[in-house]
């Protein structure tokens, strides 16, 4: 369990990595403090939620809908649309080890001349269900509250 400073350091690498995304997608400069502000929020609500007991993946979800609301915000000032802004401030917490792990173990399990061992298949579902399950989490954190708040416009 993290502490206080731990949290800070985790939300300062998350507005870091979500600053370094929002320069891979070719954000306009305007919206680059946005998306620090929306990853570094995340972050900080996500370990709050996991020190308070909340499960890891219901932790993701109600931190990505709470940057969401706020990149909803920022996205008006900005003139950016708040997907983008919410996209970039949610892929820092993208179980990459998670996956990787899960990934390997299908591959160590599918090698025609490994014996199946009932710690590696444990290993590989539990992994690759935590990923899938943080990434669906993140997506479905960006795509309620939007569905929520835009319910009265008109779509094209």
């Known amino acids: 369990s993290l502490g206080l400073t731990g949290i800070i350091v985790s939300a300062v690498a998350?507005?870091?990595?979500?600053?370094?995304?929002s320069l891979m997608m070719n954000m306009p400069l305007s919206a680059l403090p946005g998306c620090?502000?929306?990853g570094c929020v995340a972050?900080?609500?996500r370990e709050?939620?996991?020190?308070?007991?909340?499960?890891?993946?219901?932790?993701?979800?109600?931190?990505?809908a709470a940057a969401t609301l706020l990149a909803f915000v920022i996205g008006r000032f900005t003139h950016?649309?708040?997907v983008v802004i919410a996209v970039a401030a949610?892929?820092?917490m993208i179980p990459g080890l998670a996956a990787i792990m899960g990934l390997n173990g299908?591959?160590?399990l599918a090698h025609?001349?490994?014996?199946?061992?009932?710690?590696?298949?444990?290993?590989?579902?539990?992994?690759s269900l935590y990923a899938v399950g943080v990434s669906l989490a993140l997506v479905d954190g960006i795509i309620f509250p939007l569905i929520i708040i835009t319910r009265g416009r008109p779509r094209i």
């Open 106 to 108: 299908l591959f160590q």
């Open 80 to 82: 950016v649309t708040e």
């Open 112 to 127: 025609p001349l490994s014996a199946v061992q009932s710690a590696l298949i444990q290993t590989t579902l539990q992994s």
């Open 90 to 92: 949610g892929l820092p």
């Open 48 to 64: 709050g939620a996991i020190l308070a007991g909340l499960d890891p993946i219901m932790s993701i979800f109600v931190a990505m």
């Open 43 to 45: 972050r900080i609500i």
């Open 36 to 38: 620090v502000i929306c």
């Open 14 to 21: 998350a507005g870091i990595a979500a600053f370094g995304f």
